[in-house]
């Protein structure tokens, strides 16, 4: 293979400039980035080599290696992890082919334009080896994949195109070296690169090394220095991080800094966590972790290849990043380290899809998230609320796939009402507190907003009642809604599906003598819509609307129709309930119409614009909406 030359695509280019230009603060970071980079390609190998003894190549000791040259302006980074070969080393620097790279510019360019500090983004859009480019002129990459015996080369001044190479590499792993641009010489001393190792990457669980160049003079027989000895120059290799673990350290020992520095190293976010769990287990059940709770959403939460946020380490050996065995998936934002003593060392992907004891440790941490996100709603609410904001719709999705935690979710739950200002939320215990005394259900409304929902015909007879209904707003809502059949022993009822009892019993008798007076009219209405709804009857919801569509019990809502529909799902058409308000004028005027001359044409023209009004009442289009626009005009000139 000869040298080959690339050309970066238009959004990469564009990522470089911003990467390049735009990023001022914290310049530091690079390096913590690279060295994150070159633990995790030591965890790799180290994994891989469980099952394939042959990348591991010999038995040599793990290490992170710094190299800095002053006078020629240069550090290099270098690590014994798997390694890359040619297709990867495009894949995982060349290209930048990741899913996140235009959603990481359109958020670089929105924090420049506020202000804000934008080195918190880089790690968290998966970017982190670019950084250097901040200090550097020029990169190259050499690696060699461990098994493989030929090496590549990467080189790149961030500019419009990359080279890539043959090379020879006697060693396993990659060597990063930066050339550094003139007014960055600072990082290619010994003092900032060791200061730079304490303050980011002391937990790092793999000698960070350094070879430190020392001028010393002569001692004598008994140690003492000779002064006016010739000095000698000795090169000493030393290690620059304590390599503690730090989920195993006593909690009184670990300082607030070395906490968000460990978040930041295993999270690649830049921004400080929200919350953190460090527990230790004992007993019949022992593990270590350490969990974190983000401040802020990652931007691929809703993607199908996002991983989830904790790795397991056995008796301090990292085995598996993303390992989902241990937290289910709607609790994957949070972010940490769990390790067992329990588990073998030689413990392979497959044992581990039938391990009962990381069945165990999972349902004992998720216990331990369920009840510290409790602990925080009641003691420490906006900074709940913020979390909400962030993480609820994902916290959602526990409510149907983990029946066995269903009540304490519900426990974590906000909404809206028609109590609440908008932008406030109540929550189930709550809206108990505040129920009527006759009451006996929970109200609540499915929607696309609040804003529409306030408007909603469904509402009036609650509003007048002034009874409390919670608007359950986002999309998951519709999902989990029928999972929630009760909440400490109250119903959940959603107003827009079934019949609803709110009427006294003299009401009841008025709806009944309703229903015999206006029988052919509903019957008229019914026989003109057969295609599109299943009955007509006499509304005791609607207090000011002429009429309202109502789900049966059991079926699939309009607004559940249109989700899955957009899921590309064959969703056949649910024919509803149209309720009919007897006291409105214009049921009215319909009766008195149809009492005149039952084939007198207003009375079809009536029967779809009422059709037509309950369709956008609740934000559905019109079935016809030329035929209806001319309905309406004619109506005004009539």
Wanted: with cysteine; hydrophobic share 35%; charged share 35%.
């Amino acid at each position: 293979m000869t040298k080959e030359t690339m050309k970066f695509k238009t959004e990469v280019n564009q990522l470089l400039d911003l990467m390049i230009n735009s990023l001022y603060s914290n310049k530091e970071i690079f390096l913590r980035e690279l060295i994150s980079n070159a633990s995790d390609a030591i965890d790799k190998v180290k994994f891989e080599g469980l099952t394939n003894k042959e990348i591991l190549e010999n038995d040599e000791a793990y290490k992170i290696k710094i190299g800095f040259n002053k006078d020629a302006n240069i550090i290099t980074i270098e690590d014994n992890g798997i390694g890359m070969n040619h297709d990867e080393i495009i894949e995982n620097i060349g290209t930048i082919a990741k899913s996140g790279t235009k959603e990481f510019i359109a958020k670089l360019k929105e924090v420049k334009e506020a202000g804000q500090n934008s080195t918190e983004l880089i790690g968290q859009f998966g970017v982190g080896f670019y950084s250097a480019f901040m200090v550097s002129d020029k990169i190259v990459v050499e690696s060699r994949k461990g098994g493989e015996k030929e090496g590549v080369k990467w080189e790149s001044t961030g500019k419009a195109d990359f080279t890539i190479e043959p090379t020879e590499k006697q060693t396993r792993g990659t060597t990063i070296t930066l050339y550094l641009k003139k007014d960055e010489e600072d990082f290619a001393s010994e003092w900032k690169i060791k200061d730079i190792v304490r303050k980011y990457s002391d937990y790092i669980s793999y000698p960070i090394c350094m070879d430190i160049e020392r001028e010393e003079k002569a001692r004598d027989n008994e140690g003492k220095i000779i002064e006016d000895s010739e000095p000698t120059i000795t090169i000493t290799e030393e290690t620059l991080n304590s390599m503690k673990a730090i989920w195993k350290k006593d909690k009184k020992d670990v300082t607030e800094e070395e906490y968000k520095e460990f978040y930041k190293h295993i999270s690649h976010d830049y921004s400080d966590p929200l919350d953190r769990l460090h527990l230790s287990a004992e007993g019949s059940l022992e593990y270590n972790a350490l969990l974190y709770f983000p401040a802020k959403a990652p931007f691929d939460m809703f993607m199908r290849e996002a991983k989830t946020g904790v790795s397991l380490y056995v008796k301090n050996v990292f085995i598996m990043e993303d390992c989902k065995k241990l937290l289910p998936e709607y609790l994957r934002f949070v972010k940490g380290v769990v390790d067992s003593s329990d588990l073998p060392l030689n413990v392979s992907r497959e044992i581990l899809q039938e391990d009962k004891l990381l069945d165990k440790i999972q349902k004992n941490l998720v216990k331990k998230v369920l009840d510290a996100l409790k602990k925080m709603k009641e003691k420490e609410y906006d900074k709940y609320l913020g979390f909400y904001k962030e993480f609820g719709k994902v916290l959602k999705e526990g409510i149907y796939t983990d029946y066995e935690n269903k009540d304490k979710l519900m426990d974590l739950l906000l909404f809206e009402s028609t109590k609440t200002e908008a932008g406030k939320y109540t929550d189930f215990a709550k809206y108990i507190e505040g129920m009527k005394e006759e009451q006996k259900e929970i109200y609540y409304i499915t929607g696309d907003s609040r804003k529409v929902l306030e408007k909603s015909p469904h509402l009036e007879k609650f509003v007048q009642k002034e009874l409390e209904v919670m608007f359950f707003i986002d999309p998951i809502d519709e999902f989990i809604s029928g999972n929630m059949m009760e909440y400490k022993e109250k119903k959940l009822k959603a107003i827009g599906k079934g019949e609803v009892d709110l009427s006294t019993e003299e009401e009841k008798k008025e709806v009944e003598e309703k229903k015999k007076e206006l029988s052919s009219i509903t019957d008229y209405i019914k026989s003109k819509l057969e295609e599109d709804i299943k009955e007509v009857r006499i509304s005791n919801r609607l207090t000011s609307s002429p009429v309202v569509l109502v789900t049966e019990e059991g079926e699939m809502t309009a607004q559940m129709e249109q989700i899955m529909r957009q899921m590309n799902q064959e969703i056949p058409k649910t024919k509803r309930i149209m309720e009919i308000n007897p006291s409105h004028p214009t049921i009215e005027k319909m009766k008195a119409i149809y009492e005149a001359d039952k084939e007198d044409g207003r009375l079809g023209d009536f029967t779809e614009l009422l059709y037509g009004l309950a369709l956008i009442a609740e934000n559905q289009p019109v079935k016809d909406p030329i035929k209806f626009n001319g309905l309406v005009a004619k109506l005004m000139l009539s």
